[in-house]
T-cell receptor, first 111, second 110 residues
Framework: SQTIHQWPATLVQPVGSPLSLECTVE??????LYWYRQAAGRGLQLLFY??????ISSEVPQNLSASRPQDRQFILSSKKLLLSDSGFYLC??????????FGPGTRLLVL | DAKTTQPTSMDCAEGRAANLPCNHS???????VYWYRQIHSQGPQYIIH???NNETNEMASLIITEDRKSSTLILPHATLRDTAVYYC???????????FGKGTKLSVIP
């Protein structure tokens, strides 16, 4: 069966520091991968998606970037965090269909 | 993606069926209805999806009206662990984006 991992589970970072969140998927090949953010009390916002290695589509221009160095690895990064980057970051995968399966999430607090 | 409308909150007694409605009057012919739920501080969990026919799995049943303008998610015997925010989402087969609205906060009461 397929499993999706995210780490770290929680992170507290100062403003201006860099960020790297990692997501890996097991048990499937060539998945679509997604990064979402959920701000406190709000809905999920799609940030990036990828249909293959090195292929990244950005949905919202912002302070973040994504990379897919391997088939089942998706990384979310920032060079300098802003206060507004705080939130719950969720990685998801799908086969070449619509149903997406979400990871446990990373809670980021920027101070 | 078509827009959906859900009640903000609902209560359900433990052991009873929870019926969560969703309106999607602008749904187009190739769009599916998806249901996810999010338990506090966790990632969303896929529940079920359907196109035209009613669907059932080990978690829930999905009833879609004949005109496809609304649907109902049924949890047949709600437990306290079913307390969560439930999202109804409409998405086409070729879409990469699931648009999550505010959902329905279901509280299962002992």
């Amino acid at each position: 069966s397929q499993t999706i991992h995210q780490w770290p589970a929680t992170l507290v970072q100062p403003v201006g520091s860099p960020l790297s969140l990692e997501c890996t998927v097991e048990g499937t090949s060539n998945p679509n991968l997604y990064w979402y953010r959920q701000a406190a009390g709000r809905g999920l916002q799609l940030l990036f998606y990828s249909v293959g290695i090195g292929q990244i589509s950005s949905e919202v221009p912002q302070n973040l970037s994504a990379s897919r160095p391997q088939d089942r690895q998706f990384i979310l990064s920032s060079k300098k965090l802003l206060l507004s980057d705080s939130g719950f970051y969720l990685c998801a995968w799908s086969a070449k269909g619509v149903t997406q399966y979400f990871g446990p999430g990373t809670r980021l607090l920027v101070l | 993606d078509a827009k959906t409308t859900q009640p903000t909150s609902m209560d359900c007694a433990e052991g009873r069926a929870a019926n969560l409605p969703c309106n999607h009057s602008t749904i187009s012919g190739n769009e599916y209805v998806y249901w996810y739920r999010q338990i506090h501080s966790q990632g969303p969990q896929y529940i079920i999806h359907g196109l035209k026919n009613n669907e059932t799995n080990e978690m829930a049943s999905l009833i879609i009206t004949e005109d496809r303008k609304s649907s109902t998610l049924i949890l047949p015997h709600a437990t306290l662990r079913d307390t969560a925010v439930y999202y109804c989402i409409v998405s086409g087969a070729g879409s990469y984006q699931l648009t999550f609205g505010k959902g329905t906060k279901l509280s299962v009461i002992p």
